[in-house]
């Protein structure tokens, strides 16, 4: 939970009276530094309370409504032919038969319009019918989590658009006017220079624009570690400062000095730099990044410029206390620490030194600094660190720096002066970028090397790394870059024995929330089972990707022994190449086996299997293998599993989405089992995610579960789990969760029994506290 801001306030007052009060050296600063920390904390923490205070009502949930307002934001094409966009929202057209009642209601609402083609926006204020719902995503110990991206970016509610019109009654103000400015400057270079092949390269570094970026270009970037140089950062703020003081510099040397003191020069070249760093900010869309490093770039500036005899650290300090101050939230990106990490590294690198050093010998320090001090960052936040960054951010910082920003910004400032020029100029602008874009790709398809380390070998590698820029000795800095060389060469090569899995002394079944699907986890000592793999959507989304690698990574899952595919249905065999691709598998178990089959990269490197009747152990887990002899339909040929721990005698069912038909079949197997004694406690996935195909009632009256999941979407189409089948559960007195309210489950043994584990329980306050939308989540 958010604790209230009046805590924070009693703590500051507090700190600050025990600062003022008591003269001693050590507890002084101490005190000050604690009143600091308070106020910061208690000023976080208000601009939370407003954020959360903004609720879209159940009762509007999956119900057409109207709004009104202006975009504010750049509209994208996104998937399936739609048109996606930020709405600020200026009035709630209330229902005569749904008031709105006394709740404050989002502002601000990101929406996607769905259409034959991808649709028009008819104006810049507009009136929506919208259908919406509250702020959703899956939820697990690691990977993306969307519902943190919407609460960062203030979006309170999510929806589809149905209808849209002008609305000439929509007020215009000051940020208004802005987003419909900068929402032309883009439409402007975007028809100026459209014959440009590079357009969507153009459009990211003028005017910060991303949308015309393809996957294509996403997967070069992100495999040459230079996704930075497309989002207007410090870089190309700093460039522009660079520029707009030289030339400033120049007409200020033309005055006599008789008119301007040394005093006034330096206050009109600050003045002239914050001016072109604003203007290019705000021309760029003065995103969150933006805002950061105009920040960064001004402090930074003020600090160089009026010749300030201080601490590099206090111009860093003063800038991202600037940061929290405009923006509490900015720590959620991660972003925020990538940013201030590399000026700190920068900072390590080149301060205190008494020598200036070559161009040459800085370029090197500075990546070689950055690559080595940003990865454990990088590691923390789930992302690698490619090997074939250090080299592309070698040769293309240089070239974005001196080449591609000046061309492209004086070439926009010579197209608005002189219109004609624009088709010389757009291929000017190709060759430039293109050169950028051949050098890019070329290492993104080259046979680079990877590089795997271990988080401890990571933080060594960086502290070793920052020693060595720093120790003044040439001879210690040379055996410093052997060890440094030593260790990459060690460590390059992706095609490694996979690693043991991490030991656990009980039992373990984790039901990921992959929304629409299905995947879970089950383990025992260092063996390892996976059912099911989530759905995937080429080139969209990818369960696998998203959650499944990022949690096999936090839980010591280096190797899959037995890989169960239940059957060949996108939303449970998701993204299957890019699993093995990897982590280790041993074997591949399917009900659906031809259909999986044709998923692998050929050869698969591992035995295929159809699921058969058998029985196999998992530590002291004993694995029972079943499936229909007669399927008619996919779902039908499903894999079932049943999973025993007799110590305990609890028992898990996970019937993939066997029809009604199938689950007679199922239970006349269960009728001739051998076994003596019956379950003390059984836990049963829902069939099908709780379709009324499935969960029959003769299915949950012989089965009577302790505990049954519904792995489904929230709010999702087909409208699992359906209340039919609900009802026939909750008759059976089963106790009932749902990874669309839960989260992600996760189910133990311990000597008291099964504990289920919900991870909306340990969630972030905008996600799981009082009031948000997975509390009020309710199984109907």
């Not at 002084?28 to 308070?38: F, N, S, Y």
């Given at each position: 939970m958010l604790p209230p801001p009046e805590w924070f306030l009693a703590g500051f007052i507090t700190a600050f009276c025990i600062a003022v009060a008591v003269g001693r050296a050590f507890v002084r600063p101490v005190a000050g530094v604690l009143a600091a920390l308070m106020l910061g904390l208690g000023w976080s923490a208000w601009q939370a309370e407003g954020r959360l205070a903004e609720v879209l009502p159940g009762h509007l949930e999956g119900h057409k409504v109207a709004v009104s307002g202006y975009v504010c934001d750049i509209p994208s094409a996104g998937h399936f032919r739609s048109l996606r966009f930020s709405l600020c929202v200026t009035r709630w057209h209330p229902l005569a038969d749904e008031p709105f009642g006394a709740v404050q209601l989002p502002g601000k609402l990101r929406l996607a319009w769905y259409g034959k083609q991808p649709p028009v926006l008819p104006a810049h204020r507009l009136r929506l019918e919208v259908v919406l719902k509250r702020p959703h995503g899956t939820l697990n110990d690691a990977g993306f989590r969307y519902e943190d991206s919407l609460f960062r970016n203030g979006f309170r509610a999510t929806g589809t658009v149905r209808s849209a019109g002008f609305d000439p009654d929509v007020e215009c103000g000051l940020h208004c006017q802005y987003r419909r400015s900068h929402l032309a400057v883009t439409r402007w270079v975007t028809t100026t220079f459209t014959e440009a092949r590079q357009l969507p390269l153009v459009n990211s570094l003028l005017v910060g624009d991303r949308g015309l970026l393809t996957d294509s270009h996403w997967q070069v970037l992100k495999a040459t570690g230079t996704v930075h140089l497309v989002a207007i950062s410090g870089l190309h703020l700093s460039l522009v400062a660079l520029a707009a003081g030289l030339i400033a510099r120049r007409l200020l040397a033309l005055a006599p000095v008789s008119w301007l003191g040394e005093r006034r020069q330096r206050q009109l070249l600050f003045v002239a730099v914050a001016v072109a760093c604003l203007v290019y900010a705000l021309m760029a869309g003065f995103t969150v990044p933006t805002r950061r490093a105009l920040l960064?770039?001004?402090?930074?500036?003020?600090?160089?410029?009026?010749?300030?005899?201080?601490?590099?650290?206090?111009?860093?300090?003063?800038?991202?206390?600037?940061?929290?101050?405009?923006?509490?939230?900015?720590?959620?990106?991660?972003?925020?620490?990538?940013?201030?990490?590399?000026?700190?590294?920068?900072?390590?690198?080149?301060?205190?030194?008494?020598?200036?050093?070559?161009?040459?010998?800085?370029?090197?320090?500075?990546?070689?600094?950055?690559?080595?001090?940003?990865?454990?960052?990088?590691?923390?936040?789930?992302?690698?660190?490619?090997?074939?960054?250090?080299?592309?951010?070698?040769?293309?910082?240089?070239?974005?720096?001196?080449?591609?920003?000046?061309?492209?910004?004086?070439?926009?400032?010579?197209?608005?002066?002189?219109?004609?020029?624009?088709?010389?100029?757009?291929?000017?602008?190709?060759?430039?970028?293109?050169?950028?874009?051949?050098?890019?790709?070329?290492?993104?398809?080259?046979?680079?090397p990877s590089l795997a380390a271990t988080p401890a070998e990571v933080a060594l590698l960086a502290v070793l790394v920052l020693i060595l820029v720093r120790v003044p000795a040439p001879g210690a800095r040379v055996l410093g870059a052997l060890a440094v060389v030593a260790w990459l060469v060690s460590h390059l090569g992706a095609a490694k024995p996979a690693r043991a899995n991490a030991f656990i002394e009980q039992p373990e079944i984790r039901i990921f929330d992959v929304g629409q699907g299905l995947s879970l986890l089950v383990r025992h000592h260092d063996q390892v089972l996976v059912y099911d793999l989530g759905p995937a959507v080429p080139g969209v989304f990818s369960a696998v990707e998203s959650t499944l690698l990022p949690n096999f990574q936090a839980?010591?899952?280096?190797?899959?022994?037995?890989?169960?595919?239940?059957?060949?249905?996108?939303?449970?065999?998701?993204?299957?190449?890019?699993?093995?691709?990897?982590?280790?598998?041993?074997?591949?178990?399917?009900?659906?086996?031809?259909?999986?089959?044709?998923?692998?990269?050929?050869?698969?490197?591992?035995?295929?299997?159809?699921?058969?009747?058998?029985?196999?152990?998992?530590?002291?887990?004993?694995?029972?293998?079943?499936?229909?002899?007669?399927?008619?339909?996919?779902?039908?040929?499903?894999?079932?599993?049943?999973?025993?721990?007799?110590?305990?005698?609890?028992?898990?069912?996970?019937?993939?989405?066997?029809?009604?038909?199938?689950?007679?079949?199922?239970?006349?197997?269960?009728?001739?089992?051998?076994?003596?004694?019956?379950?003390?406690?059984?836990?049963?996935?829902?069939?099908?995610?709780?379709?009324?195909?499935?969960?029959?009632?003769?299915?949950?009256?012989?089965?009577?579960?302790?505990?049954?999941?519904?792995?489904?979407?929230?709010?999702?189409?087909?409208?699992?789990?359906?209340?039919?089948?609900?009802?026939?559960?909750?008759?059976?007195?089963?106790?009932?969760?749902?990874?669309?309210?839960?989260?992600?489950?996760?189910?133990?043994?311990?000597?008291?029994?099964?504990?289920?584990?919900?991870?909306?329980?340990?969630?972030?306050?905008?996600?799981?506290?009082?009031?948000?939308?997975?509390?009020?989540?309710?199984?109907?």
């Amino acid at each position: 939970m958010l604790p209230p801001p009046e805590w924070f306030l009693a703590g500051f007052i507090t700190a600050f009276c025990i600062a003022v009060a008591v003269g001693r050296a050590f507890v002084r600063p101490v005190a000050g530094v604690l009143a600091a920390l308070m106020l910061g904390l208690g000023w976080s923490a208000w601009q939370a309370e407003g954020r959360l205070a903004e609720v879209l009502p159940g009762h509007l949930e999956g119900h057409k409504v109207a709004v009104s307002g202006y975009v504010c934001d750049i509209p994208s094409a996104g998937h399936f032919r739609s048109l996606r966009f930020s709405l600020c929202v200026t009035r709630w057209h209330p229902l005569a038969d749904e008031p709105f009642g006394a709740v404050q209601l989002p502002g601000k609402l990101r929406l996607a319009w769905y259409g034959k083609q991808p649709p028009v926006l008819p104006a810049h204020r507009l009136r929506l019918e919208v259908v919406l719902k509250r702020p959703h995503g899956t939820l697990n110990d690691a990977g993306f989590r969307y519902e943190d991206s919407l609460f960062r970016n203030g979006f309170r509610a999510t929806g589809t658009v149905r209808s849209a019109g002008f609305d000439p009654d929509v007020e215009c103000g000051l940020h208004c006017q802005y987003r419909r400015s900068h929402l032309a400057v883009t439409r402007w270079v975007t028809t100026t220079f459209t014959e440009a092949r590079q357009l969507p390269l153009v459009n990211s570094l003028l005017v910060g624009d991303r949308g015309l970026l393809t996957d294509s270009h996403w997967q070069v970037l992100k495999a040459t570690g230079t996704v930075h140089l497309v989002a207007i950062s410090g870089l190309h703020l700093s460039l522009v400062a660079l520029a707009a003081g030289l030339i400033a510099r120049r007409l200020l040397a033309l005055a006599p000095v008789s008119w301007l003191g040394e005093r006034r020069q330096r206050q009109l070249l600050f003045v002239a730099v914050a001016v072109a760093c604003l203007v290019y900010a705000l021309m760029a869309g003065f995103t969150v990044p933006t805002r950061r490093a105009l920040l960064m770039v001004l402090v930074g500036g003020w600090a160089l410029l009026m010749a300030r005899q201080s601490s590099p650290w206090h111009a860093i300090a003063v800038a991202m206390a600037g940061v929290l101050m405009l923006d509490p939230f900015a720590p959620l990106d991660p972003g925020f620490w990538l940013s201030f990490g590399a000026v700190a590294v920068l900072i390590l690198a080149f301060s205190g030194q008494l020598e200036r050093p070559g161009w040459l010998r800085s370029l090197l320090v500075a990546q070689l600094a950055i690559f080595a001090g940003l990865w454990p960052v990088l590691q923390w936040f789930g992302q690698g660190q490619p090997l074939a960054g250090m080299v592309a951010n070698l040769l293309a910082i240089p070239w974005v720096s001196l080449v591609v920003m000046p061309v492209l910004i004086a070439g926009a400032l010579v197209t608005m002066l002189v219109p004609a020029l624009s088709g010389p100029i757009a291929t000017l602008f190709d060759w430039v970028l293109g050169a950028l874009w051949q050098l890019l790709s070329g290492l993104a398809q080259g046979s680079m090397p990877s590089l795997a380390a271990t988080p401890a070998e990571v933080a060594l590698l960086a502290v070793l790394v920052l020693i060595l820029v720093r120790v003044p000795a040439p001879g210690a800095r040379v055996l410093g870059a052997l060890a440094v060389v030593a260790w990459l060469v060690s460590h390059l090569g992706a095609a490694k024995p996979a690693r043991a899995n991490a030991f656990i002394e009980q039992p373990e079944i984790r039901i990921f929330d992959v929304g629409q699907g299905l995947s879970l986890l089950v383990r025992h000592h260092d063996q390892v089972l996976v059912y099911d793999l989530g759905p995937a959507v080429p080139g969209v989304f990818s369960a696998v990707e998203s959650t499944l690698l990022p949690n096999f990574q936090a839980l010591g899952v280096n190797r899959i022994q037995t890989l169960v595919i239940s059957h060949g249905d996108s939303d449970h065999a998701g993204d299957l190449a890019a699993l093995v691709r990897s982590v280790a598998v041993d074997r591949l178990v399917s009900g659906e086996l031809p259909e999986v089959r044709s998923q692998l990269p050929e050869p698969a490197g591992f035995p295929l299997q159809a699921c058969r009747e058998s029985v196999e152990p998992l530590g002291e887990l004993r694995i029972s293998y079943w499936r229909s002899d007669r399927p008619e339909t996919a779902n039908d040929a499903s894999c079932v599993l049943r999973i025993e721990h007799p110590p305990t005698r609890t028992e898990w069912i996970l019937p993939g989405d066997i029809t009604a038909r199938v689950e007679a079949e199922y239970l006349a197997f269960l009728a001739e089992d051998p076994l003596p004694e019956a379950p003390q406690t059984r836990v049963l996935l829902a069939p099908h995610h709780g379709s009324r195909t499935s969960s029959s009632a003769r299915w949950v009256a012989a089965l009577k579960p302790d505990v049954v999941v519904y792995s489904a979407g929230y709010r999702h189409r087909f409208g699992h789990p359906h209340p039919l089948v609900t009802a026939r559960y909750r008759a059976a007195k089963a106790r009932a969760f749902s990874t669309a309210c839960s989260g992600m489950l996760t189910l133990t043994v311990a000597d008291e029994g099964l504990v289920v584990a919900e991870q909306r329980t340990g969630s972030p306050f905008w996600i799981g506290s009082p009031g948000q939308g997975r509390e009020r989540c309710r199984i109907p």
